[in-house]
């Protein structure tokens, strides 16, 4: 039978209240910096949100605080990447319907003038 001293007990359950702490104090610090990632998106503007971003993880001493920052840089680099390629397909698109008008007019054109040598 294992026999602990009262001091051994006490500090163990200080240790896990401690730990319990910090585990919560991580999750909400993760959640201010999604929310003033966010905020600084609508006030900062692109550049300076950026600066910050890549400050926080100087900043941040936790691993799951480094880890919530990296998972939304590779949100964000993902959500810029559909973002482009929706860029490049709208473009392409419009340069198709733009050469395809060309062509029509061109061929209307043409209609019209092999009309005219007619009359």
Same mark, same amino acid.
């Given at each position: 039978m &294992?026999?602990?001293c009262?001091?051994?007990v ?5 240790? %896990?209240e ?5 585990l919560?104090? @991580?999750k &909400? &610090?993760?959640?201010?910096l999604?929310?003033?990632?966010k =905020?600084?998106i ?11 971003e +890549?400050?926080?993880? +100087?900043?941040? =001493?936790?691993?799951?605080?480094v ?5 939304r840089?590779?949100?964000r680099?993902v959500?810029k990447?559909?973002?482009l390629?929706? %860029?490049m397909?709208?473009k ?11 062509? %029509?007019?061109?061929?209307l054109?043409?209609?019209n003038k092999? @009309?005219?040598?007619k009359?």
């Amino acid at each position: 039978m &294992l026999v602990y001293c009262t001091g051994c007990v006490q500090l163990r359950k200080e240790i %896990e209240e401690l730990r319990k702490k910090l585990l919560i104090q @991580e999750k &909400l &610090l993760g959640a201010l910096l999604e929310k003033e990632i966010k =905020h600084s998106i609508h006030v900062g503007g692109r550049r300076r949100y950026m600066e910050e971003e +890549e400050s926080e993880e +100087e900043k941040v =001493h936790g691993e799951a605080l480094v880890e919530f920052v990296k998972e939304r840089r590779k949100k964000r680099k993902v959500k810029k990447r559909k973002i482009l390629a929706e %860029e490049m397909r709208r473009k392409e698109e419009d340069d198709r319907r733009k050469r395809k008008e060309a062509y %029509e007019k061109k061929k209307l054109q043409q209609k019209n003038k092999e @009309e005219d040598r007619k009359e």
